[in-house]
């Protein structure tokens, strides 16, 4: 049997096609931001003070900058939550990030050092998860395990005990600014205008999401989807480990269980991007906006009172809506 001739995609390749769903659902989400904003503000005379929207802004780069990571991992693997691409490691592998610069630190070891050995700890977690995809795991139990594999290490490594992280650098990054905005939303637009460059300008990006949609035909195009999928692996616990180090210099000190409490909002965050992209797909600015959306709404709720239970309730809801969304979409495709 002879060779079926091949087409590699390219940077100038088709971009991927619009799903079947009602065009009304991604102007839906960004009515819903908006009414609920400006319910806040008349409700809180504290909420659109400018203190409170860099608390709001600090508190979305945790959750942006793993989302980031994880819409690249759905975005490559597929948004089958079962079969595709999921990586439900991120939260932990960021709390274990924050726990090795703070040990780090706190014995001696320089904050460029320490930081570097974060970072270095986070990629071979990704690269260990990305392993496991290739060689047949699920996706969804994969991470599974690195969730509880990174969980355990923190503990270990932390004594199960808050860690604190000290240090004229880890100050920077928390009290910082730079051209007048906090350094951590800086390191969040950087890392959006990178990956969402990356994902839809390059030819990288375009084969990512031509894997995602259909790794057979992305095959028979002569593209080796197992080198997009590790890769995205990869990419999504670096980011997440970036977000580690953010958050525990946030805080001061890296709290062990912490990584594993901001899971619910980094899927979230990054399973909301489909309301808010005009393909109604996984996407890095629809994940900017949702991560924007529920830090607002976490911190909405906790200056109006609202018990943190309730606020737990509501990211729920949002989640069961957008499953709904995806299965309405889904259901248009199937036609």
């Excluded at 100038?12 to 799903?19: D, Y």
Aim: proline residues 4%; without cysteine; glycine residues 12%.
């Amino acid at each position: 049997m002879s060779a079926a001739p091949t087409a590699p995609l390219t940077a100038s390749a088709p971009k991927p096609v619009r799903r079947g769903a009602p065009r009304w659902l991604a102007w839906a989400g960004f009515g819903t931001v908006v009414l609920v904003v400006l319910a806040f503000a008349l409700l809180s005379s504290s909420f659109l003070l400018p203190g409170n929207i860099s608390a709001i802004l600090n508190q979305a780069a945790v959750y942006a900058i793993a989302g980031f990571g994880l819409a690249v991992v759905v975005i490559t693997g597929g948004d089958d939550v079962v079969n595709g691409g999921i990586d439900l490691s991120v939260g932990a592998v960021a709390g274990l990030a924050g726990t090795v610069a703070a040990v780090a630190a706190q014995s001696g070891t320089s904050p460029v050092a320490a930081i570097a050995l974060a970072l270095l700890v986070s990629l071979i977690a990704g690269a260990i998860n990305g392993g496991a995809v290739l060689i047949g795991l699920r996706p969804l139990l994969a991470t599974l395990a690195m969730l509880g594999i990174a969980g355990s290490l923190n503990l270990v490594i932390s004594g199960n005990v808050k860690v604190a992280l000290t240090g004229t650098t880890f100050a920077w990054l928390r009290d910082g600014s730079i051209l007048g905005l906090p350094v951590a939303v800086v390191v969040m637009l950087v890392i959006f205008a990178v990956v969402g460059l990356a994902m839809s300008k390059t030819s990288w990006g375009i084969r990512s999401y031509a894997v995602g949609q259909n790794p057979t035909a992305a095959r028979v195009a002569g593209l080796r989807p197992g080198r997009y999928i590790f890769g995205s692996y990869v990419i999504s616990a670096g980011l997440a480990g970036v977000a580690g180090i953010l958050l525990a210099s946030r805080l001061s000190s890296a709290v062990p269980g912490l990584g594993e409490q901001i899971l619910l909002d980094i899927v979230l965050v990054a399973f909301m991007s489909v309301v808010f992209s005009r393909r109604l797909v996984v996407s890095p600015g629809g994940t900017l906006v949702a991560a924007l959306f529920v830090a607002a709404l976490t911190n909405g709720f906790t200056l109006l009172g609202v018990a943190s239970q309730w606020v737990g309730a509501a990211k729920g809801v949002l989640i069961l809506i957008v499953l709904a969304v995806v299965a309405i979409r889904g259901r248009s495709t199937a036609k």
